[in-house]
Nanobody, 120 residues
Framework: QLVESGGGLVQTGGSLSVSCAAS????????MGWFRQAPGKEREFVAA????????YYADAVKGRFTVSRDNAKNTVYLQMNSLKPEDTAVYYC???????????????WGQGTQVTVYS
């Protein structure tokens, strides 16, 4: 089970961190990813970390602003979002892919999502 938390309302240019706590599986065995879905749009890839934790990937729209990290002791993955823009407004979903190391991130498990709203 993946449970996101930390979403909320933030002003343009602000920062927000969302978390994804895993239970029943160990995050260090999985590549962990973040996706988002804005109203009326398809779900899109945001960021991912390989199961080794050595490599991260980001969508061009968030590169340089978002950072994905992992705390193995807490079995939790984080998405730090800085310099937020109104177009970042979406439901953010955590996802897991067993032993993901490269290529397209294909989730096997999803969290329930957490709302992030950026206002101007």
């Amino acid at each position: 089970q993946l449970v996101e938390s930390g979403g909320g309302l933030v002003q343009t240019g602000g920062s927000l961190s969302v978390s994804c706590a895993a239970s029943g599986r160990t995050v260090s065995d999985y590549g962990m990813g973040w996706f988002r879905q804005a109203p009326g749009k398809e779900r899109e890839f945001v960021a991912a970390m390989t199961w080794s934790g050595r490599t991260t990937y980001y969508a061009d729209a968030v590169k340089g602003r978002f950072t994905v990290s992992r705390d193995n002791a807490k079995n939790t993955v984080y998405l730090q979002m800085n310099s937020l823009k109104p177009e970042d407004t979406a439901v953010y979903y955590c996802a897991a892919s067993y032993r993901y190391s490269t290529g397209t991130f294909l989730p096997a498990y999803w969290g329930q999502g957490t709302q992030v709203t950026v206002y101007s």
